[in-house]
Nanobody
């Protein structure tokens, strides 16, 4: 079992920055890929970024050049650095971890971009 705790969401003005964190605990020796998804009201949950054990990262085209994903294996934590935020980035952001062939989800953290 893996437990995920997210933090770092909040209200930010357009053009601002936020850094999301997701700390994993439990069967942490089995973690493979770590990812961030987001879900806006009335829309499906979409992949934002994913990073593998080998630090290979993929970023969604909609946020490429503005968002960066990274991980600290010593802290079992994945980060999402979000810069140049836009109102359309407003959503609940979820952390997802692949461990021992199973997907685990965090509780979600709200990001609101508004003036």
């Amino acid at each position: 079992q893996v437990q995920l705790v997210e933090s770092g969401g909040g209200l930010v003005q357009p053009g601002g920055s936020l850094r999301l964190s997701c700390a994993a605990s439990g069967s942490i020796f089995s973690i493979n890929a770590m990812a961030w998804y987001r879900q806006a009201p009335g829309k499906q949950r979409d992949l934002v970024a994913v990073i593998t054990n080998g630090d290979s990262a993929n970023i969604a085209d909609s946020v490429k050049g503005r968002f960066t994903i990274s991980r600290d294996n010593a802290k079992n934590t994945v980060y999402l650095q979000m810069n140049s935020l836009k109102p359309e980035d407003t959503a609940v952001y979820y952390c997802q971890v692949l461990a021992s062939g199973r997907f685990y989800w965090g509780q979600g953290t709200q990001v609101t971009v508004s003036s």
